[in-house]
């Protein structure tokens, strides 16, 4: 008898934290940031990690550009 009352409030509690209301999602979309897909970038000059001036036009292959900008979780 213990076992059942002591199921039956679990199972009731499970069910009320269940049927609480979800947030609602922002529908709202906030403003790009960054390039477009295919979009020209500015120029730029910067130095690399060997002290060498790297520009837009030093990185152009002959395919384009694909700038990568990643942050290390060491830093």
């Not at 940031?33 to 295919?38: A, D, P, R, S, T």
């Amino acid at each position: 008898m213990i076992h059942r009352s002591a199921i039956l409030l679990l199972s009731a509690f499970l069910m009320l934290a269940s049927a609480q209301e979800l947030p609602k999602a922002n529908d709202n979309v906030g403003p790009s940031i960054g390039l477009k897909v295919g979009g020209t970038a500015p120029a730029f000059a910067l130095r690399d990690q060997f002290d060498r001036t790297q520009s837009n036009e030093t990185l152009k292959g002959p395919n384009g550009t694909i700038l990568l900008f990643f942050r290390s979780a060491d830093w």
